[in-house]
């Protein structure tokens, strides 16, 4: 166990529904990253949330849309998704986010979009 | 030209020899880089990092910079069936106050008994 939890592991879901994923880190570290992880591609940063604060939108659909309440928790809201967003999603957290930036990653939720 | 570019392999090597993974990133300023490893299903775990030019040791496992050469590479010695699995190489970019981590796409590896 990293000491980063992401629930639920599996998710299916229509284009039409509306879900979250979430995270939830126990390592006292201060910035939450999500990341997608598709087949043949790189891990892909979405967002970065240091000290609460979105500080990276990578270019993301407006269809995901993150929250982060705390410094322990970080969520991703998913809504009208597409099917090229299956993928591997992963969350990430440090506890700093700048020269080392020591990542460490939850499980992974893997989402199935029909 | 990709930030970090790795071979994507699969890289296959008999078990108890040495494996060797190797790594190039195009970001000149880049000061901080990390190996992790992912098994096929689970998340990735950081296994070296590595900040100034030269070697550093961790068991089995060796990691080498080359800055001037915008190189980084992992060797595995006496490699185990148990270290199959994908090898990502990680680099990190910084835009203004935050540096973020850019990842290769991973060099597959498979150790046969």
């Known amino acids: 166990e990293t000491g980063v939890t992401q629930t639920p592991r599996h998710l299916v879901m229509g284009m039409t529904n509306k879900k979250s994923l979430k995270c939830e880190q126990h390592?006292?570290?201060?910035?939450m990253y999500w990341y997608k992880q598709s087949a043949k591609k790189p891990l892909e940063l979405m967002f970065v949330?240091?000290?609460?604060?979105?500080?990276e939108n990578n270019s993301v659909p407006s269809r995901f849309s993150p929250e982060c309440p705390n410094s322990s928790h970080l969520f991703l809201h998913l809504h009208t998704l597409q099917p090229e967003d299956s993928a591997l999603y992963l969350c990430?957290?440090?506890?700093?986010?700048?020269?080392?930036?020591?990542?460490?990653f939850g499980a992974g939720t893997r989402l199935s979009v029909l | 030209q990709k930030e970090v570019e790795q071979n994507s392999g699969p890289l296959s090597v008999p078990e108890g020899a040495i494996a060797s993974l190797n790594c190039t990133y195009s970001?000149?300023?880049?000061?901080?880089f990390f190996w992790y490893r992912q098994y096929s299903g689970k998340s990735p775990e950081l296994i070296m990092s590595?900040?100034?030019?030269g070697d550093k040791e961790d068991g089995r496992f060796t990691a080498q910079l080359n800055k001037a050469s915008q190189y980084v590479s992992l060797l595995i010695r006496d490699s185990q069936p148990s270290d199959s699995a994908t090898y990502l190489c990680?680099?990190?970019?910084?835009?203004?106050?935050?540096?973020?981590?850019?990842f290769g796409k991973g060099t597959k590896l498979s150790v046969k008994p």
């Open positions: 990430a957290s440090s506890q700093d986010s700048g020269t080392e930036n020591i990542q460490y």
């Open positions: 390592l006292g570290h201060n910035a």
């Open positions: 949330y240091s000290l609460e604060e979105r500080v």
């Open positions: 970001d000149r300023v880049s000061q901080s």
């Open positions: 590595i900040y100034s030019n």
């Open positions: 990680a680099v990190i970019r910084y835009g203004g106050s935050q540096g973020n981590l850019i």
